[in-house]
């Protein structure tokens, strides 16, 4: 059940404030949501949706719709996309 402010309403009653709310960023728990993850990566939210379909970067899914994103993960995972310099100066 939710309240008029889109809070869990136990949440409320407990004084939680580790839920995802309107006001609370969702990097406070140490995970991304979609929005935040793809402008965290400089990407669009649809390439990172087509990265999720490819499972080319690791994510959690909480919900039918709502998946979170690892900042520590996002990070190794775009280690694989690192080309190397070939040549160097002499």
Do not use: H
């Amino acid at each position: 059940m939710r309240s008029k402010d889109n809070t869990s309403v136990a949440a409320t009653a407990a004084g939680d404030k580790t839920n995802f709310g309107p006001d609370t960023p969702s990097d406070s728990t140490g995970y991304l949501r979609r929005p935040d993850a793809a402008k965290y990566l400089g990407i669009s939210q649809r390439t990172l949706s087509e990265w999720q379909r490819k499972r080319v970067i690791p994510f959690v899914k909480v919900g039918a719709r709502c998946c979170l994103f690892k900042r520590d993960e996002l990070d190794r995972a775009m280690i694989r996309f690192t080309i190397e310099a070939v040549g160097g100066e002499k």
